[in-house]
C-alpha cells in the first residue's frame, strides 16, 4: 500500500507538470480531532476540515511508524473522515498513542505541504494502576494529553465502568491535567476506564478503554483483647489473640490511655507479626487504671482494625471498727463475651490466697474478720486482697480471659486485753496467763513476768504462748506477780503495757 501511494503522489505530480497548466499546491488541510473507533481493534477515526482551496481532489492521512511519518490512505475528496483500521500495521491506538498529519491534493496533482510537524494530532493513551494518595489507597489514572486544538483542550471527562455494568461518568477534571485518582475503591471489583476530551469549541476525542481489577491487601479480620492483668512481678501484662491467616498484612501498634476513652498513646510497633498471640508488660503503677488497644495498621499507619479495649482492674479496701473489711473495685473492661464473675481473695500475713467469695454483678463485697480476733490463729491484722475477673463463654473467638486486680492490704489494729487473776490447776480452764490480744505483729511482741521481787520469771516473743504458772517444772506458790508486755500498733508505732495480776489454787 505504502508503495502505491508513492506511486500515485508521484504520478500525480507528474502529470501536474506535463497535463496542466495549474503550478500551484493546494492549501494544507486543518485536521479536525483524531479519536478511538474501536475499542477491541484500537482503530482511529481522523477528521479534518474541508480544504480551502476548490480543487482538492483526494487528503492523504499520514500516520508516524516508528520515526517515520508514513502515508497510510488516500481519501477522496469532498470526505473529511476516515477509519484506519486497514494499513499495515494497522492503527493500535488500544495500546499506545497514534500521531497523525495529513495533506491535500488538486485535480492538477499538485499535493500541498503535510501538517506542520509541530502541529500533528493524537490520541489519547490511559493506563491505570494501584497507587495511594494522601495515605488512601486509589486507581491512578494516566493519559497523554490531547494537543493542537488551536482553541484548546477545556476539559477531561473520565468514564468508569464497575464490574461490566453501565458506563458512567465519574468526574471532569481541567484541560491542563492529565492524571486523576480514583478513591474510596471496593475491594475485588473490576474498574474500566476512558477518558473524553472536550475543546473549547466541543470537539471531542476519546482515548482507549483500559481496566484494573481492584485487589486490596488484606488486613486482620479480628483482634481479641484477652486480658490486661496484673503479673506476679507487680506488671500489667496484657495479650491478645490475633488472625494468623497467611494472606493478611499483619503489622500492628498498640496503645494505652490513662483511661477509657483517651486520649491513646502509642507504647509498641510490630511488622509482620505471626505469631498467634501477642503479649506486652508494662512497667507502670498498678494502682491506676490503664486502658490497652492493639490496632491493625497498612503500609500509611492507618488503622485498619482495632481490637476490643481491655482495662485492667483495681481494688480498693478499708478497715472497718466491727472487724470488717470494705472491699470494692471497678469493672473489667471490655471482653467481647462480657464477665462471668468475680472472685475475691484474702491473704492473711503471707499465707497462700484464700477464695473468699464469687461476685456475678456487684463489685463491692464485706469481709467479716471476726473469726481472727483471738490471740490463737497468731493473725498480726495484716489482710490482703485481690480480685480476679472471669470472661463468659460467649467470646465469638472461644477465648475465655482472666484478669487480676492489683493487691491491697489493711491492717486491723491490735486488740489487747490483760486478765487479772491466774489459776493454774491443770483443769483446763484459765491454765496459762498470757494477754488476750488479736492482730498483734509477732515480729515486735514481747511479753514478760516477774515475780514481786523483780526477778524475771518468763518471756516470749509468740503471741500464742502464755505462762503455766511454773518455774523449770515447778510450780510457784500463789501470791502476786508483774507483766509488761510491748508490741506495735498501725505504722510500727510502738505500745508498751504492764501490771500486776493474782495467782492462786482453786
Known sequence: MKIIIYILLFMCFFSKTVYSQDIYPPDTPVLDSVSLEN???????????????????????????????????????PATLYI?????????????????????????????????????HNTMYLFPYLDSINCQTAIKLRWNKYINWSEG?????????????????????????????????????????????????????????NCFFVNLPNYPSFINADYATVNSNNQIEVSFTLDTSSIVKKNYILYRAENYSGPFVTLNSYNNYTNLKLVYIDNVDVTKQWCYKLAAIDQCNNIVK????????????????????????NRYLNWLGGVDSYNIYRIVDNNAPVLINTNYSDTVFIDDISDYATNRTGASGNF?????????????????????SNT??????????????????????????MPIASFVNPDYYYFRIFDRWGNKIFETNN??????????GHKVPTGTYVYTLKYNESENKSSELSGVFYLFYP
Request: proline fraction near 7%; glycine fraction near 4%.
Open 39 to 77: 475499542l477491541t481493534t484500537g482503530s482511529v477515526y481522523v477528521s479534518w476540515f474541508p480544504c480551502d482551496s476548490p480543487d482538492v481532489a483526494s487528503y492523504v492521512i499520514f500516520r508516524q511508524i516508528a520515526t517515520l511519518w508514513d502515508p497510510i490512505d488516500t481519501i477522496p475528496a
Open 84 to 120: 484506519d483500521n486497514s494499513y499495515i500495521p494497522a492503527a493500535a491506538a488500544n495500546a499506545h498513542p497514534e500521531l497523525y498529519r495529513i495533506a491535500a491534493i488538486d485535480f492538477a496533482g499538485n499535493i500541498s505541504t503535510m501538517t506542520p510537524p509541530a502541529l500533528y
Open 153 to 209: 483542550v477545556k476539559y477531561y471527562t473520565i468514564f468508569v465502568n464497575v464490574n461490566s455494568t453501565s458506563w458512567d461518568s465519574l468526574t471532569t477534571v481541567d484541560g491542563n491535567t492529565n492524571e486523576y485518582f480514583h478513591q474510596n475503591l471496593t475491594d475485588n471489583t473490576h474498574y474500566c476506564y476512558f477518558v473524553r476530551a472536550v475543546s473549547y469549541n466541543g470537539r471531542t476525542s476519546t482515548s482507549n478503554q
Open 306 to 329: 482495632e481490637s476490643n479495649n481491655a482495662q485492667n482492674i483495681n481494688i480498693y479496701v478499708s478497715s472497718a471498727d466491727d472487724l470488717t473489711e470494705f472491699i470494692s473495685w
Open 384 to 404: 490482703c486482697y485481690y480480685v480476679e475477673a472471669t470472661e463468659t463463654s460467649l467470646n465469638p473467638y472461644g477465648i475465655i480471659g482472666t484478669s487480676k
Open 408 to 433: 491491697v492490704c489493711a491492717t486491723q489494729p491490735p486488740i489487747v486485753y490483760m486478765p487479772n487473776v491466774f489459776t493454774p490447776n491443770e483443769n483446763n480452764v484459765n491454765d496459762f496467763f
Open 463 to 472: 503471741p500464742t504462748k502464755g505462762w503455766d504458772g511454773k518455774i523449770k
